[in-house]
Structures are given as structure tokens and as C-alpha cells.
């Protein structure tokens, strides 16, 4: 069946996975998962939003304890508002960030409320 669900799972079976907000809208769908090397945890979920066919579509880095897994219909939810995940700090798929930058991590943490170091 796949999908979210088990407590131990491979990264790649999380690519493709719907995310969507508390208002039962899609935001979009996860296009990476990055690993925090040092630590061994997952660190961000990469989000693709928008766009059609990858044209125009605008990538963002969500911190995974930001995002919630909803076993009953295979998906995650991010509790954001749609209009406001256009206006988070995003990047283009040919331009990602440097990620290890703390001004970076720091600006991501604060926008989602996490707690990641």
C-alpha cells in the first residue's frame, strides 16, 4: 500500500507524498528529504509548490518537525496557511540554499515555529 505509516520507513518511499495544511487544501507534494549528517536525523522535508509540470514551481525547506503524519489518508499536514507558505522563504530548483548557514537555518526556524538547531 505505501504511503506514511510505519514509525521506521526509507526516505525515497516519502518522495511524491501529498502535503497539505489544516484546511484540507494541498500545498504540494515533497521532493527531497535532507539529512542532518551529524546527528543522523531528517532535518527538512523539501516541498514543491506550484507551478505546473515543474515550470514556475518554487521549493521550500519545511523543518520535519514541522510536518505532522496523517496515517489515515497517507499524507502530511503543515499547519500553514496557503497564501502564506507563497510568501515563505523558498528557492528555485536550480538555486538551493546553503542549509549548514545558521543565518538560514535560523530565518526557516523562526518562520515555522521550530525548534531546530
Do not use: C
Request: proline share 4%.
Amino acid at each position: 500500500s505505501g504511503g506514511p505509516g510505519p514509525a521506521l520507513m526509507g526516505a525515497d518511499t516519502l518522495i511524491g507524498d501529498d502535503v497539505y495544511n489544516l484546511q484540507d487544501e494541498k500545498l504540494g507534494d515533497i521532493k527531497e528529504i535532507m539529512l542532518d549528517m551529524s546527528s543522523g536525523t531528517v532535518a527538512y522535508a523539501v516541498l514543491s509548490f506550484g507551478g505546473l509540470l515543474t515550470v514556475g514551481e518554487k521549493l521550500f525547506a519545511v523543518p520535519w518537525d514541522a510536518l505532522k503524519l496523517d496515517t489515515v489518508n497517507k499524507r502530511f499536514l503543515l499547519d500553514v496557511d496557503k497564501d502564506n507558505l507563497k510568501n515563505a522563504p523558498g528557492f528555485d530548483k536550480d538555486n538551493w540554499p546553503d542549509m549548514a548557514d545558521q543565518t538560514w537555518i535560523n530565518e526557516i526556524n523562526s518562520y515555522y515555529g521550530s525548534t531546530l538547531h
